[in-house]
């Protein structure tokens, strides 16, 4: 099982930080924040990270303005 989001997801082996959030509809080219059992990962090694049982991932949309 993994978190996303406070949400649970069957754990899939062999599957990328990349492919996990792709599947919920997040893009690369978006503004989001990943964070990985506290850990900030890059969107360059998303696609080259390889999720374990029980990690949890937040996505952190970054909002910008003034």
Do not use: C, F
Not at 1 to 29: F, N, R
């Amino acid at each position: 099982m993994i978190i996303i989001d406070g949400k649970s997801y069957p754990y899939q082996p062999d599957t990328t930080v990349l492919e996990a959030v792709s599947q919920l509809g997040i893009q690369s080219d978006n503004m989001v924040l990943v964070v990985i059992d506290g850990r900030v990962m890059p969107w360059n090694q998303l696609d080259q990270e390889l999720i374990q049982d029980g990690v949890e991932i937040r996505l952190l949309h970054i909002v910008s303005g003034g």
